[in-house]
């Protein structure tokens, strides 16, 4: 029997990425079964069965049914629980099925008797920027001057002690919606540069935290992609282009075939790998910046950031084919 592979996403995710890594997998002789997290429990079905001697875990789209074993894989790529239950639903018995979907769907990921890249709860997990940045420094790897917090005078004292100016980040990625005649439009959070005129706004850390950062003199913008013991880096000059100073992904499409392979100092690359291995992911999407002397500054490390597009455009990496390598021949790449 070939070797089945659960695609555990959402039903608007990338359009061509998934199709991309079916066909991939299939090539290489693996059964695909794309489960649609949204589209749960509405439309598909999934479920732990322990009855007897009988001891199994299976997805089901709504056509195909896959029950996985140990020579099998899941690729956790992003979730969206329970999305297309019905809005008309009493607002707590929606909000309780999300949950009971979610915490369902997740327990089965954590309950996988077979290869997850990589399980939700470790991607939340590896996720927290505080642990990041402690364990980035802990490896020698250097970081900005970074302040985390919710008190004004904190964040007052410390951005007018950057001498070279600071940005203020989100810990969490999210979206502010405006409406805009008959639809919502998204406003992506984006990294700020910040003026003296933002001082006199910082009360506004009693109702939420930010993260202050000293801003980085920049050479170059990395962002490179760890797919099990494979690194791929891929550089941008942001400063060339207007708009995207601060922050590339204001201009993200702009930017797309302006990236290119970059090759990390061997110390650097050692650094990340031993990172990786720490906290036990298969997969990252790590940014960092050059710096004009060129000491390499560690940003974050996206658990299940986004990679895509350096397929597509730019250095065109080979991420799907690492990605379906990683899946078909986990017990030999990772055990």
């Known amino acids: 029997m070939s070797k089945k592979v659960v695609l555990f996403t959402y039903s608007g995710d990338a359009p061509a990425l998934v199709p991309e890594m079916a066909q991939a997998l299939q090539e290489r002789g693996a059964h695909c079964l794309r489960f649609d997290s949204d589209r749960f429990p509405m439309e ?57 979907s979610k915490t369902l769907l997740r327990g089965l990921l954590a309950a996988a008797p077979c290869f997850v890249l990589d399980p939700p709860e470790l991607v939340s997990l590896c996720g927290h920027k505080p642990r990041q940045q402690r364990l980035a420094r802990e490896l020698g790897l250097a970081t900005p001057r970074t302040l985390m917090t919710n008190s004004a005078q904190d964040a007052e004292r410390f951005l007018r002690s950057c001498d070279h100016g600071a940005i203020a980040k989100m810990l969490s990625g999210f979206a502010v919606y405006a409406d805009k005649e008959d639809r919502r439009e998204e406003q992506v959070v984006f990294t700020t540069a910040l003026s003296e005129s933002h001082l006199s706004k910082l009360d506004g850390l009693r109702y939420c935290p930010m993260v202050f950062q000293e801003r980085i003199q920049k050479r170059l913008e990395l962002r490179i992609t760890v797919i099990g013991r494979r690194m791929f880096a891929a550089a941008v000059d942001s400063q060339a282009t207007p708009g995207a100073e601060v922050d590339w992904r ?48 560690f940003l974050e490390a996206n658990p299940a950031g986004e990679f895509f597009w350096l397929q597509l455009g730019g250095p065109r990496f080979p991420f799907v084919d690492a990605l379906a390598d990683a899946l078909v021949r986990a017990q030999q790449l990772f055990s």
């Open 44 to 100: 598909c079905q999934a479920e732990l069965r322990q009855d007897g001697a009988d001891d199994t875990i299976s997805f089901c789209d709504g056509r195909d049914r896959v029950t996985l074993g140990p020579d099998d894989a899941v690729w956790y790529r992003r979730a969206r629980y329970a999305a297309s239950l019905p809005q008309q639903m009493d607002v707590q018995l929606r909000a309780a099925c999300i949950e009971e």
């Open 250 to 297: 204001e201009r993200g499409v702009t930017l797309i075939n302006a990236w290119v392979p970059y090759t990390l100092p061997a110390e650097i690359e050692a650094k990340l790998q031993v990172y990786m291995d720490r906290i036990g992911m298969q997969y990252s999407a790590i940014d960092m910046i050059v710096e004009p002397d060129g000491r390499h500054v």
